[in-house]
């Protein structure tokens, strides 16, 4: 049976769950002060969850990973749609 690619996912649903852990991790690690709050993040992700740009949970215009990026108070969507 041949696995399904889901172009229009996160990492979360996208099955790349080493990469998901790491990126967790990574953002376990981010200092309060710079990290921002759950509910800016969910708005960020789901602003990022309607963009054609996202494909197997990395951006195709700038190859962050939203999930990583959306979790730092100060960063921003390259494209001004956060």
Do not use: N
Not at 42 to 49: A, E, N, T
Not at 60 to 76: I, M, S, V
Request: hydrophobic share 25%.
């Amino acid at each position: 049976m041949q696995e399904r690619f889901c172009k229009k996912c996160f990492l979360l649903e996208s099955g790349k769950e080493d990469t998901l852990k790491s990126i967790r991790e990574h953002i376990e690690k981010i200092p309060a002060k710079e990290k921002c709050g759950e509910e800016k993040y969910k708005s960020r992700l789901s602003v990022c969850s309607e963009c054609d740009y996202l494909s197997g949970g990395v951006c195709q215009k700038c190859g962050c990973y939203p999930e990583f990026r959306a979790a730092f108070l100060k960063q921003k969507c390259p494209y001004k749609k956060w």
